[in-house]
Each structure stands twice: as C-alpha cells, then as structure tokens.
C-alpha cells in the first residue's frame, strides 16, 4: 500500500523559509511532485521531478524562490521555500504517480497517490 507523508509545514513570517518533507513507501513512482490548495482556489502544481533523468519543473509563482531535492535512499522529496509571500499560504500535498517516469506532469489528474498534506501558512 502506498504511503505519502509529508511534514515540516508551519507558520512563517513573510520572506522566511521552511522545507517541506515527503516519505514515500509501498510503491515505484516515476514522477512526484508538490502542489498547494488554498482555501476557495483549485489545486496549483507547485514543482516536480521525474525519476527518469531527474528532469524538473516548476510552477510560475515559485520559480527562483522553491526548489527541489530528494534523497533516494530514504525516498524523500524535499521542498525548499524560500523569500515565502503571503500568497504562498496554502495546504501542501505530495503527489507522485507510476504511470509517467520521463516528463514532469504538472497537472492533479496525473498524480495517483497523495498525501494528506500540511499547512503552511506566512504571516505579515
């Protein structure tokens, strides 16, 4: 059985940092990813990586301030979130999939496994 679990969300003053964390058991993913969902706005593709190559991307609004990284021997994907906004509060979900290993989908519906998420909120 598949288990994402993520940790490291909290409360952050604007322009701090936090990094986030996602453990992956029970399965052979091809692509994982972050996304974010606020309250009354759809599900947004934060970053991801495909296991294949280890190609990223990343989404408009965190590019040059999120980044990804993973250690493979503990199967977790981190995320790093730097000069945090007020915009960037938010529920954060780990997603990965078995089906895509080459090319980052950046869209919910190619992601299979989620997990149960963790609030980040930035303060002013």
């Known amino acids: 059985q598949v288990h994402l679990v993520e940790s490291g969300g909290g409360l952050v003053q604007a322009g701090g940092s936090l990094r986030l964390s996602c453990v992956a058991s029970?399965?052979?993913?091809?692509?994982r990813a972050w996304f974010r969902q606020a309250p009354g706005k759809e599900r947004e593709f934060i970053g991801g990586?495909?296991?294949?190559?280890?190609?990223?991307a990343y989404g408009d609004s965190v590019k040059g301030r999120f980044a990804l990284s993973r250690d493979n021997a503990s199967s977790t994907l981190f995320l790093q979130m730097n000069s945090l906004k007020l915009y960037d509060t938010a529920v954060y979900y780990c997603?990965?999939?078995?089906?895509?290993?080459?090319?980052?989908?950046?869209?919910?519906?190619?992601?299979?496994?989620w997990g149960q998420g963790t609030q980040v909120t930035v303060s002013a």
């Open positions: 997603a990965a999939d078995d089906r895509y290993f080459h090319l980052v989908v950046d869209t919910p519906a190619g992601y299979t496994y």
């Open positions: 029970g399965g052979t993913f091809g692509i």
């Open positions: 990586i495909a296991e294949n190559g280890g190609s990223t």
